[in-house]
């Protein structure tokens, strides 16, 4: 049976690990979203759910196997995809509307809202990768998360690149993904191996990022007199949870920089800037990416299993805190 309702599973999809189903979210403004959920047997107040929200245009199948290590872990795990990728891509990205508020205030929220539903009574953790910690931010009901990890999280503005890739980087994001974008009616990536292909209003956010989100973001768009860009900050003030912000030391996208420039946002949360070099752990390189590879599950898995377990940095974790800041400061 294929139920497209409300957050109702899917079947005749194939299975994830350890029994992971298919599941479809319906968001506020009506699209479906397809994702996989890892559920426990019976019910338990005591465990906790984790909501992972993806990087810019990653499919959540990539975040199966750490999603799997969660479960098996005693969480139960929900993934999904942002409208117009991988399981929620329609036939066709030309002309799809869909922008990096649409993927916090309404796909992250509809997970949200299916975890309260689905599992009333247990905590709600997420797991944010690269723009995924940036949603939680923009979604309406982020005050009901109990605990935040982010790994390489910012909002893309390019001066917080790292220096030495700052010009490539520029001109692949800035220039030739944009001017691609127009070509197409969406960035035709997967063909150039770079990612998922990507909607245009994603790719006009991010190639057109400025140092403060609200000032580039849905600026034309207005809710009882305001901007909606300054609703959306807003929403940061909101998050309460405690959250553990993994930077990468070989990461050109998150530079200690870059994600305190995110973490300024949440006001109201007590945060942690975690930084790991390669060479903590005797490997060369780590990157954007590979934090989630099964490669790394005893070297830096166990860190982020024990912030969502107690909110607590394991004490033989690698790498260093470079900062922490208390609710009601911006660093």
Request: a neutral charge.
């Amino acid at each position: 049976m294929i139920n497209h309702g409300r957050g109702t599973e899917v079947a005749g999809v194939r299975e994830m690990p350890n029994q992971a189903l298919s599941v479809c979210l319906e968001t506020d403004d009506g699209r479906l979203l397809g994702g996989f959920l890892w559920r426990h047997g019976g019910v338990a107040a005591a465990r906790p759910i984790v909501i992972i929200s993806a990087a810019t245009s990653v499919r959540c199948r990539y975040y199966s196997r750490f999603a799997d290590y969660l479960f098996l872990n005693g969480f139960d795990v929900l993934t999904f995809d942002y409208r117009g990728i991988g399981e929620s891509r329609p036939k066709s990205l030309r002309g799809f509307r869909a922008d990096w508020v649409d993927w916090g205030a309404h796909d992250l929220e509809a997970a949200l809202a299916y975890a309260e539903r689905t599992f009333p009574g247990q905590e709600i953790h997420v797991v944010g990768h690269s723009i995924g910690g940036f949603a939680i931010g923009l979604a309406p009901s982020n005050r009901r998360i109990g605990r935040i990890l982010t790994v390489g999280s910012q909002f893309a503005y390019w001066r917080d690149y790292g220096e030495a890739e700052r010009p490539r980087m520029y001109i692949k994001w800035h220039i030739v993904m944009p001017l691609l974008t127009r070509m197409f009616g969406y960035f035709p990536a997967k063909r150039l191996g770079w990612m998922e292909d990507t909607p245009a209003g994603v790719v006009r956010d991010w190639s057109r990022m400025k140092a403060r989100f609200e000032h580039t973001v849905r600026q034309d768009l207005f809710i009882g007199g305001e901007r909606e860009s300054e609703i959306m900050q807003r929403r940061f003030t909101r998050v309460t949870a405690p959250m553990l912000a993994i930077g990468l030391e070989d990461d050109p996208h998150g530079t200690p920089a870059a994600l305190n420039r995110l973490l300024a946002y949440f006001t109201s949360s007590h945060r942690h800037h975690w930084r790991i070099a390669p060479a903590d752990i005797g490997v060369s390189s780590i990157g954007h990416f590979a934090f989630f590879h099964d490669r790394f599950r005893d070297s830096l898995w166990p860190l982020a299993l024990g912030w969502l377990r107690a909110g607590e940095i394991p004490a033989d974790a690698p790498g260093l805190l470079l900062d922490e800041a208390t609710p009601g400061t911006t660093t």
